[in-house]
């Protein structure tokens, strides 16, 4: 925080210089992921917040922060109140807050780059309203004076084999031109990284825990595709293995490429395509027709040979898990001090010794005690906190491997963490079991599924303020949609090959916090009616829960059963892979509830 002041009147300075009156500053870059290389981390530089979602906002007088739900202890605890007011990202909309606070005339700089079609537009709307304008500004006033900005990771990418994708990137790239021509277009803008990498059949290495080549892409209905992306990350049988009819372009030519399409229909999202990328096209004189990325829906249903390889994955990383657990205990027993910080180590080299492990999926949450009621708390933010005798601690973490991304969470005793803790434990865990169970019709979202998990939360009186499940890709990002399962509005039908997590939780702020978490792959149920096409789940994490926080009283008989099903399942699944103490320690585990 000591760096704030100083920041922030530097930037007062550039806004008075160039005749603005605000700044807005998202947390996002110019493809609009959730993860940032270190060199785009401008909400960091300015405010000091690490969360993945928030938007700051500074005038000449006042500066606030915007965050959502999931953030309202960390931002508090990580931006200074001198300097910044802390706002809701969702109850209170920055654009209607500028609005109200700026004079008619005033002048609103943004970065296209770093914001959607839909919000530039919306925003724009809003405060024309009021008679502000709204500024493109592409050079960024951030990168303007912070002189110490890190140069960015440039490395080769990695092309992905068939044995892990089933189907080739020449085959993917004529499926999804059909589709654009089918919608008389003539191409389509691919513009988030994951979806240029998924049909390229490629991962890169530049970003921590997402394994994805930075790059956009124009699609042209005939399946021409040019990339754009900085050609060191390139590698060497790249054109062979991509086949005929794709070549990358250095980003310094991306106003040439785009310019290049005047008088082209395109297909582009402005949800998830940045506002600078759609401008460019219509000044161009390209038209523009508002539709989903035409990658996104077959990514996201899963083939074959990607549901196998996540199940393999899964298998890897439960072994981890497991030997990680064990230790744990064992650790715990013996009275041995540990930190969060330890114990994300100890994990993180317990999954290191995976064949096909290629990093994180994301920074382990390893939170004890009161801190993991931050329900994305990261412990590398701050000191690690000790683990505390008789609580709860809760790891949430996952990986990377060749065949799939894994995320899961466990919440663990340490010692006795009281009666109470252990009555929304069994709350949490009741919730989990009913939208692991859950059939549903063909046509059916996740938003339709989502009180299924916060049911017997609701019945007490309580909630979390966090999503109940997100999509994930296949050794692509941990966070992929369109698809999700929470109180949202999500318009995305659930389709077989769709992988999601099923996390219900609680956090009680200064005690404690619970999560339980396992990705689920979206399976057809042909056993459950013969008058209409029916779906449901099948788990892929394997890895115990831990009995020891249940409150038997409070779980029905089928619930019983279905725990005692799943522990046996991954005890059977598992235990051949185990040996010796851990082998004993998930033996006794997972023994069978009376």
Same mark, same amino acid.
């Given at each position: 925080?000591?760096?704030?002041?100083e920041r922030?009147?530097?930037?007062?300075?550039?806004?008075?210089?160039?005749?603005?009156d605000?700044?807005?500053?998202?947390?996002?870059?110019?493809?609009?992921?959730?993860?940032?290389?270190?060199?785009?981390? !401008?909400?960091?530089?300015?405010?000091g917040?690490?969360?993945?979602? $928030?938007?700051?906002?500074?005038?000449?007088?006042?500066?606030?922060?915007?965050v959502?739900?999931?953030y309202?202890?960390?931002?508090?605890?990580?931006?200074?109140?001198?300097?910044f007011e802390?706002?809701? &990202?969702?109850?209170?909309?920055h654009?209607?807050?500028?609005?109200?606070? &700026?004079?008619e005339?005033?002048?609103v700089?943004?970065?296209?780059r770093?914001?959607?079609?839909?919000?530039?537009?919306?925003?724009?709307?809003?405060?024309?309203?009021?008679?502000?304008?709204?500024?493109a500004?592409?050079?960024?006033?951030?990168?303007?004076?912070w002189?110490d900005?890190?140069?960015?990771?440039?490395?080769?990418a990695?092309?992905?084999?068939?044995?892990?994708?089933?189907a080739?990137?020449?085959?993917?790239?004529q499926?999804?031109?059909?589709?654009?021509?089918?919608?008389?277009?003539?191409?389509? #803008?691919?513009?988030?990284?994951?979806?240029?990498?998924? &049909?390229?059949?490629?991962?890169?290495?530049?970003?921590?825990?997402?394994?994805?080549?930075?790059?956009?892409?124009?699609?042209?209905?005939?399946? !021409?595709?040019?990339?754009?992306?900085?050609l060191?990350?390139?590698?060497?049988?790249?054109?062979?293995?991509? $086949? =005929?009819?794709?070549?990358? @372009?250095?980003?310094?030519?991306a106003?040439?490429?785009?310019?290049?399409?005047?008088?082209?229909?395109?297909?582009?999202?402005?949800?998830?395509?940045n506002?600078?990328?759609?401008?460019?096209?219509?000044?161009?004189g390209?038209?523009? #027709?508002?539709?989903?990325?035409p990658?996104?829906?077959p990514?996201?249903?899963?083939?074959a040979?990607?549901?196998?390889?996540?199940?393999?994955?899964?298998?890897?990383?439960?072994?981890?898990?497991? =030997?990680? #657990?064990a230790?744990?205990?064992?650790e715990?027993a013996?009275?041995?001090?540990h930190d969060e910080a330890?114990?994300?180590?100890?994990?993180?080299?317990?999954?290191?010794?995976n064949?096909?492990?290629?990093?994180?999926?994301?920074?382990?949450?390893?939170?004890?005690g009161?801190n993991?009621?931050?329900?994305h708390?990261?412990?590398?933010?701050?000191v690690?906190?000790?683990?505390?005798?008789?609580?709860?601690?809760?790891?949430?973490?996952?990986?990377?491997?060749?065949?799939?991304?894994?995320?899961?969470?466990?919440?663990?005793?340490?010692?006795?963490?009281?009666?109470?803790?252990?009555?929304?434990?069994?709350?949490?865990?009741k919730?989990?079991?009913?939208?692991?169970?859950?059939?549903?019709?063909?046509?059916?979202?996740?938003?339709?599924?989502?009180?299924?998990? @916060?049911?017997?939360?609701?019945?007490q009186g309580?909630?979390?303020?966090?999503?109940t499940?997100?999509g994930?890709?296949?050794?692509?990002?941990?966070h992929?949609g369109? =698809?999700?399962?929470?109180?949202?509005?999500?318009?995305t039908?659930?389709?077989?090959?769709?992988?999601?997590?099923?996390?219900?939780?609680?956090?009680?702020?200064?005690?404690?916090?619970? !999560?339980?978490?396992?990705?689920?792959?979206v399976?057809?149920?042909?056993?459950?009616?013969?008058? !209409?096409?029916?779906?449901?789940?099948?788990?892929l994490?394997?890895?115990?829960?831990?009995?020891?926080?249940? =409150?038997?009283?409070?779980?029905?008989?089928?619930?019983?059963?279905w725990?005692?099903?799943y522990h046996?399942?991954?005890?059977?699944?598992?235990g051949?892979?185990?040996?010796?103490?851990d082998?004993?320690?998930?033996?006794a585990a997972?023994?069978p509830l009376?």
């Open positions: 925080m000591g760096h704030t002041f922030l009147k530097t930037l007062r300075q550039l806004l008075k210089a160039t005749r603005a605000a700044l807005i500053v998202p947390r996002a870059d110019e493809y609009l992921g959730e993860y940032l290389p270190e060199h785009n981390e !401008r909400l960091l530089w300015m405010t917040f690490t969360g993945s979602a $928030g938007v700051a906002i500074l005038t000449a007088k006042a500066a606030a922060i915007f959502d739900g999931r309202t202890v960390q931002v508090r605890s990580e931006v200074c109140a001198e300097h802390y706002h809701s &990202l969702v109850d209170e909309p654009a209607q807050w500028l609005a109200q606070i &700026l004079p005339g005033a002048r700089m943004c970065d296209p770093l914001h959607s079609f839909n919000w530039y537009r919306s925003t724009s709307a809003t405060l024309e309203a009021e008679g502000i304008e709204l500024v500004d592409p050079a960024n006033l951030i990168d303007r004076c002189h900005r890190p140069a960015p990771r440039v490395e080769q990695l092309l992905l084999a068939e044995c892990y994708t089933g080739s990137s020449y085959d993917k790239r499926q999804i031109a059909s589709s654009i021509a089918e919608q008389k277009a003539d191409a389509a #803008l691919i513009f988030a990284p994951d979806t240029v990498s998924w &049909l390229l059949n490629v991962r890169g290495t530049d970003i921590p825990c997402l394994p994805v080549l930075q790059a956009f892409a124009i699609l042209e209905a005939d399946g !021409r595709m040019t990339v754009v992306t900085e060191a990350r390139i590698p060497e049988g790249f054109a062979q293995h991509v $086949g =005929q009819g794709v070549e990358a @372009r250095p980003p310094g030519e106003e040439a490429i785009l310019s290049g399409f005047s008088g082209k229909t395109l297909l582009a999202d402005p949800d998830t395509a506002a600078w990328t759609q401008l460019t096209l219509e000044r161009a390209a038209t523009l #027709l508002a539709s989903p990325d990658v996104l829906i990514k996201a249903c899963k083939n040979v990607e549901v196998n390889g996540a199940r393999e994955a899964h298998k890897r990383d439960a072994v981890s898990l497991v =030997q990680f #657990l230790w744990l205990d064992d715990v013996g009275g041995n001090a330890s114990l994300a180590d100890q994990l993180y080299a317990f999954r290191q010794g064949e096909a492990f290629h990093g994180s999926s994301f920074d382990t949450i390893s939170a004890a009161s993991a009621a931050m329900c708390y990261n412990h590398l933010n701050a690690p906190a000790p683990l505390p005798m008789d609580s709860l601690y809760l790891v949430d973490s996952g990986a990377q491997y060749l065949e799939g991304t894994t995320d899961v969470t466990r919440t663990v005793a340490i010692g006795d963490p009281g009666e109470d803790a252990c009555r929304m434990f069994t709350l949490v865990l919730g989990h079991i009913a939208l692991d169970q859950a059939c549903f019709p063909v046509g059916t979202t996740g938003t339709q599924l989502d009180a299924l998990a @916060r049911q017997f939360l609701w019945q309580f909630d979390y303020d966090h999503g499940g997100h994930v890709g296949a050794f692509l990002s941990v992929e369109p =698809q999700r399962i929470s109180k949202a509005w999500n318009s039908a659930l389709a077989p090959g769709m992988i999601v997590s099923n996390e219900p939780g609680y956090y009680r702020d200064g005690a404690f916090g619970i !999560r339980c978490e396992n990705l689920l792959v399976i057809e149920r042909a056993d459950i009616s013969d008058e !209409r096409s029916m779906l449901g789940f099948d788990a994490t394997l890895a115990p829960f831990d009995q020891r926080l249940l =409150q038997r009283s409070l779980l029905t008989d089928s619930e019983c059963q725990l005692n099903n046996q399942r991954v005890r059977e699944t598992i051949p892979l185990l040996s010796g103490a082998l004993g320690w998930l033996e997972t023994e009376d």
